[in-house]
């Protein structure tokens, strides 16, 4: 079973930057796609960034491309996602989430919560 535990959240000021980590065990990931979302207080869950875990193909929402680079270490089973030039619109509870090529992400962490200050 995919088991996928987020790390890294924290308040910061917005310009700051902050990155949070995805470990991920209980597969091999060889043919998984592993990405992050977001939820904000009162809105939906939406799409961040993902990254297929052996081509290492990226894809990233227009609200975050140019700020935000998403990239695994392999030794490490993990995830990461390196958020740079935070603005306020960018707190929510992040989560990292796990699925096959082609499917829908089906594993999810549990959230760890960012928060930018203005």
């Known amino acids: 079973q995919v088991q996928l535990v987020e790390s890294g959240g924290g308040l910061v000021q917005a310009g700051d930057s902050l990155r949070l980590s995805c470990a991920a065990s209980?597969?091999?990931?060889?043919?998984?796609?592993l990405g992050w979302f977001r939820q904000a207080p009162g809105k939906e869950r939406e799409f961040v960034a993902s990254?297929?875990?052996?081509?290492?193909?990226?894809y990233y929402a227009n609200s975050v491309k140019g700020r935000f680079t998403i990239s695994r270490v392999y030794a490490k089973n993990t995830v990461y996602l390196q958020m740079n030039s935070l603005k306020p619109e960018d707190t929510a509870v992040y989560y990292c989430?796990?699925?096959?090529?082609?499917?829908?992400?089906?594993?999810w962490g549990q959230g760890t919560q960012v928060t930018v200050s203005s």
């Open positions: 989430a796990a699925g096959p090529y082609g499917a829908d992400f089906g594993s």
């Open positions: 209980g597969r091999a990931f060889n043919s998984y796609t």
């Open positions: 990254i297929t875990w052996s081509g290492g193909y990226t």
